[in-house]
């Protein structure tokens, strides 16, 4: 059944009981019910990276969302930058009144901050005329918003890295996904400010159960794919104009775990869409999705590669019920066709402590399972904007933002199909903050030996960690290794190291295992008061072979 057949029969429940972190989509209400957030205007919004790389110019992104239904005249759009107790920056960025009628308008602009660094508050002044009367609109025009400033952290420091690290966002969502009650930001949109953040790619994610919708009709599903189409072309477009940028596609797709729960699974580099509707509230109690996990896997192309997505995030009593969700069971990961999971979700909580869990369990079962960090962010590069209650009140807050959790891969040169190759292989971290990184000692893989396989007793390790005064100092590096088939222990441990720490250590080994690292630095002079993490991808070890092997 199509959308428009039952959504006017979906109680406005649902959109209580799912995780909604896009944008707001505020003029969608249920057929007889009330909206109090619904107004003739079009959804008008600011939005900046949470943090600046030293020495970039500040982009400010402003979305108009739906003037195709409420054309409007944007007047002026003044922006005011303050710096402690003063207002270091006053400009106005229209030159002249802009006439705007697009379903979806959005344009960066480019602020000089040159000799600014710390935090800085943004206010972003919109007037706008809608023939009937002009209003003013501090950063968005949605009813109940705080509409405060943004706040960016312009760092003195780059991003901690070693040479030939790079950055990502690697699990996010789009403008691709629009439906009843959030939109996504631009793709174009957030290279730009990925850039910023210091990042060099990002993995495009959008959910399967809204790939599949009409362009212009998010209630009716069009056998066609056009958006699927339309989101596979963009991507070759914005990688072919970028050589120090790449968007790796993707998809979110929603499918049946080992008990027959929605739970969702990432696919990155995958041009074919795979169906999954389970948990999208488009048919009224029903919520089994099309495929189970062990199905996708057998239909994936060859070069795609899956992780788990937030495996053991909470799940509510009514999430459960009405929409057939659960968590990634240990059962789920059994099998040789999952690449990773990804229990790094924008946040260190119960979800991520349990997912970190039940991925050193995998490992000490001998599967190459690999970490993968992300935000699950829907735009929301400063601050996310959703709908609280239905249809009565915008909730904010802080946290899963774009590029606030990163994967960093070794690879020499940005390419979508260098990194899908490095995620693969493992040769990756996961970090909000300091960098570690793990070489055997000669070894033909000069970047990092993280994700390799290498064969011998005895071996000569190099650890390297560097963090900055944004993160604050190491409070702890540790070195664990893993006995496949028994238990993990940890057999390197340094306290209180400042910001760059190396140290070569001697590992013998009797049997299979492998070894890992990871390191949290110091609230105490962290600039925002908070412990930030580092973790690696094993290092593998046998002694049947004496030859070195990469995985």
């Given at each position: 059944?199509?959308?428009?057949?039952?959504?006017?029969?979906?109680?406005?429940?649902?959109?209580?009981?799912?995780?909604?972190?896009?944008?707001?989509?505020?003029?969608?209400?249920?057929?007889?019910?009330?909206?109090?957030?619904?107004?003739?205007?079009?959804?008008?919004?600011?939005?900046?990276?949470?943090?600046?790389?030293?020495?970039?110019?500040?982009?400010?992104?402003?979305?108009?969302?739906?003037?195709?239904?409420?054309?409007?005249?944007?007047?002026?759009?003044?922006?005011?930058?303050?710096?402690?107790?003063?207002?270091?920056?006053?400009?106005?960025?229209?030159?002249?009144?802009?006439?705007?009628?697009?379903?979806?308008?959005?344009?960066?602009?480019?602020?000089p901050v040159t000799g600014l660094t710390g935090n800085i508050e943004c206010d972003v002044l919109f007037e706008l005329n809608d023939g009937r009367q002009k209003r003013f609109y501090h950063n968005d025009n949605y009813k109940t918003s705080s509409?405060?400033?943004?706040?960016?952290?312009?760092?003195?420091?780059?991003?901690?890295?070693?040479?030939?690290?790079?950055?990502?966002?690697?699990?996010?969502?789009?403008?691709?996904?629009?439906?009843?009650?959030?939109?996504?930001?631009?793709?174009?949109?957030?290279?730009?400010?990925?850039?910023?953040?210091?990042?060099?790619?990002?993995?495009?994610?959008?959910?399967?159960?809204?790939?599949?919708?009409?362009?212009?009709?998010?209630?009716?599903?069009?056998?066609?794919?056009?958006?699927?189409?339309?989101?596979?072309?963009?991507?070759?477009?914005?990688?072919?104009?970028?050589?120090?940028?790449?968007?790796?596609?993707?998809?979110?797709?929603?499918?049946?775990?080992?008990?027959?729960?929605?739970?969702?699974?990432?696919?990155?580099?995958?041009?074919?869409?795979?169906?999954?509707?389970?948990?999208?509230?488009?048919?009224?109690?029903?919520?089994?999705?099309?495929?189970?996990?062990?199905?996708?896997?057998?239909?994936?192309?060859?070069?795609?590669?899956?992780?788990?997505?937030?495996?053991?995030?909470?799940?509510?009593?009514?999430?459960?019920?009405?929409?057939?969700?659960?968590?990634?069971?240990?059962?789920?990961?059994?099998?040789?066709?999952?690449?990773?999971?990804?229990?790094?979700?924008?946040?260190?909580?119960?979800?991520?402590?349990?997912?970190?869990?039940?991925?050193?369990?995998?490992?000490?079962?001998?599967?190459?399972?690999?970490?993968?960090?992300?935000?699950?962010?829907?735009?929301?590069?400063?601050?996310?904007?959703?709908?609280?209650?239905?249809?009565?009140?915008?909730?904010?807050?802080?946290?899963?933002?774009?590029?606030?959790?990163?994967?960093?891969?070794?690879?020499?040169?940005?390419?979508?199909?260098?990194?899908?190759?490095?995620?693969?292989?493992?040769?990756?971290?996961?970090?909000?903050?300091?960098?570690?990184?793990?070489?055997?000692?000669?070894?033909?893989?000069?970047?990092?030996?993280?994700?390799?396989?290498?064969?011998?007793?005895?071996?000569?390790?190099?650890?390297?960690?560097?963090?900055?005064?944004?993160?604050?100092?190491?409070?702890?590096?540790?070195?664990?290794?893993?006995?496949?088939?028994?238990?993990?222990?940890?057999?390197?441990?340094?306290?209180?190291?400042?910001?760059?720490?190396?140290?070569?250590?001697?590992?013998?080994?009797?049997?299979?295992?492998?070894?890992?690292?990871?390191?949290?630095?110091?609230?105490?002079?962290?600039?925002?008061?908070?412990?930030?993490?580092?973790?690696?991808?094993?290092?593998?070890?046998?002694?049947?072979?004496?030859?070195?092997?990469?995985?």
């Open positions: 059944m199509e959308r428009a057949g039952i959504l006017i029969q979906v109680p406005s429940i649902v959109w209580q009981l799912a995780p909604i972190f896009l944008y707001a989509e505020t003029h969608y209400r249920f057929k007889y019910f009330f909206s109090f957030l619904r107004k003739k205007e079009p959804e008008i919004l600011a939005d900046a990276p949470h943090r600046l790389e030293p020495n970039t110019t500040l982009p400010i992104l402003v979305l108009v969302k739906d003037a195709h239904l409420y054309p409007v005249a944007l007047n002026g759009i003044t922006l005011h930058i303050r710096a402690g107790n003063s207002i270091v920056h006053k400009m106005n960025l229209l030159n002249s009144t802009l006439e705007i009628n697009q379903k979806l308008w959005w344009h960066i602009f480019e602020i509409r405060k400033n943004l706040n960016v952290s312009i760092s003195p420091t780059p991003l901690p890295r070693f040479k030939n690290l790079n950055f990502g966002e690697c699990h996010s969502h789009s403008s691709y996904t629009d439906d009843q009650v959030e939109y996504g930001s631009p793709l174009g949109a957030s290279v730009r400010l990925g850039k910023s953040l210091g990042l060099s790619f990002f993995c495009a994610t959008d959910h399967s159960y809204d790939l599949d919708d009409e362009v212009d009709n998010y209630l009716l599903n069009d056998p066609n794919l056009p958006k699927w189409k339309s989101f596979q072309k963009e991507v070759d477009e914005l990688n072919s104009a970028h050589d120090d940028f790449a968007v790796i596609r993707g998809e979110e797709v929603t499918s049946r775990n080992s008990s027959g729960q929605n739970v969702h699974l990432l696919l990155l580099g995958n041009k074919n869409f795979i169906n999954g509707k389970g948990d999208g509230a488009e048919q009224w109690l029903k919520t089994r999705s099309e495929h189970a996990l062990g199905e996708i896997f057998d239909i994936l192309e060859s070069h795609s590669i899956t992780y788990a997505a937030h495996p053991r995030e909470p799940v509510s009593i009514l999430q459960r019920l009405l929409l057939g969700r659960g968590k990634w069971q240990e059962r789920d990961f059994d099998g040789d066709k999952l690449s990773g999971i990804q229990f790094a979700n924008g946040q260190t909580s119960a979800g991520f402590n349990d997912g970190y869990r039940i991925w050193i369990k995998a490992l000490l079962q001998g599967k190459h399972l690999f970490t993968m960090a992300g935000n699950d962010a829907h735009g929301n590069f400063n601050r996310f904007r959703q709908i609280g209650i239905p249809f009565l009140k915008i909730r904010e807050m802080d946290r899963q933002l774009f590029g606030k959790m990163r994967t960093g891969v070794f690879l020499e040169s940005i390419s979508e199909n260098g990194i899908l190759q490095t995620l693969r292989s493992g040769k990756s971290i996961i970090s909000d903050g300091p960098v570690v990184n793990l070489s055997v000692e000669s070894s033909p893989f000069h970047l990092s030996s993280i994700g390799c396989s290498y064969a011998g007793t005895k071996h000569t390790i190099l650890l390297e960690v560097r963090t900055s005064t944004e993160y604050g100092t190491i409070e702890y590096v540790k070195v664990f290794k893993g006995i496949i088939g028994g238990h993990e222990t940890e057999i390197l441990c340094e306290k209180k190291l400042g910001y760059e720490w190396d140290r070569k250590f001697f590992l013998e080994i009797s049997e299979e295992c492998y070894i890992r690292a990871e390191s949290w630095t110091s609230p105490a002079d962290a600039a925002d008061r908070q412990a930030h993490f580092c973790m690696t991808n094993p290092v593998w070890f046998t002694v049947r072979d004496k030859h070195q092997r990469d995985k």
